[in-house]
């Protein structure tokens, strides 16, 4: 059982930094795959980038890759998402999910089993 919050969104201009956090709680936090997707109206919900629970295992969308980080700190119970040179089209809710399998490089959103509430990111132009 994980439960997650996220924090950290807002309104920012392109060309800004945002970091997203969200806490987590459960006892198997360690052993989850944790991910970050967003959606924007009217687009189906995205995998932005993930990280695996060994080997430093994660995974960046291709629109990201270069300007999103993500890192997790287990002793905190907690997993970032350092966002810069953010772009209009990165506005969207951001939602934390966690997994208990599956590589990271499996986007589907069907496999994630845990969600927290989403935020919200505005980068305007």
């Known amino acids: 059982q994980v439960q997650l919050v996220e924090s950290g969104g807002g309104l920012v201009q392109a060309g800004g930094s945002l970091r997203l956090s969200c806490a987590a709680s459960g006892r198997s936090f360690n052993r989850h795959t944790l991910g970050w997707f967003r959606q924007a109206p009217g687009k189906e919900r995205e995998l932005v980038a993930a990280i695996g629970w060994s080997f430093g295992s994660s995974y960046y969308a291709d629109s990201v890759k270069g300007r999103f980080t993500i890192a997790r700190d287990n002793t905190k119970n907690t997993v970032y998402l350092q966002m810069s040179s953010l772009k209009p089209e990165d506005t969207a809710v951001y939602y934390c999910?966690?997994?208990?399998?599956?590589?990271?490089?499996?986007?589907?959103?069907?496999?994630?089993?845990?969600w927290g509430q989403g935020t919200q990111v505005i980068v305007s132009s």
């Open positions: 999910a966690a997994k208990a399998s599956g590589s990271v490089s499996r986007t589907a959103k069907e496999e994630y089993e845990y």
